[in-house]
């Protein structure tokens, strides 16, 4: 398994940005695709965006389509997102997560396709 750090949360104004870094530790991350997810309080952990090993292919949940780009540097380990236009509907714990899954393509939005996961930065966005 590989370990990951999340950071870069806050507390931002609605319409503001952030750009949420994941730092991986192990020689397998450059292998790995990588999703970020967020669980706002009392509700399920959603997909946010997911991007392949290479960098492309990226996906988006609708919800954040257009405002966030997940993007990645596998010489420093490290996913990003940067998260723009933020809304008070993006306030949640945002956690980044590795899969291994040779089938990652085709269930890139499931929580199952990962394997490994980080302990989660909180964002908050107020009105």
């Known amino acids: 398994q590989v370990q990951l750090v999340e950071s870069g949360g806050g507390l931002v104004q609605a319409g503001g940005s952030l750009r949420l870094s994941c730092a991986a530790s192990g020689r397998t991350f450059s292998s790995r695709a990588m999703g970020w997810f967020r669980q706002a309080p009392g509700k399920e952990r959603e997909f946010v965006a997911a991007?392949?090993?290479?960098?492309?292919?990226?996906y988006y949940a609708d919800s954040v389509k257009g405002r966030f780009t997940i993007s990645r540097d596998n010489a420093k380990n490290t996913v990003y997102l940067q998260m723009n236009s933020l809304k008070p509907e993006d306030t949640a714990v945002y956690s980044c997560?590795?899969?291994?899954?040779?089938?990652?393509?085709?269930?890139?939005?499931?929580?199952?396709?990962?394997?490994?996961w980080g302990p989660g930065t909180q964002v908050t966005v107020s009105s």
């Open positions: 991007i392949s090993w290479s960098g492309s292919p990226t």
């Open positions: 997560a590795a899969s291994r899954d040779s089938n990652w393509h085709a269930i890139a939005m499931v929580r199952a396709a990962y394997d490994s």
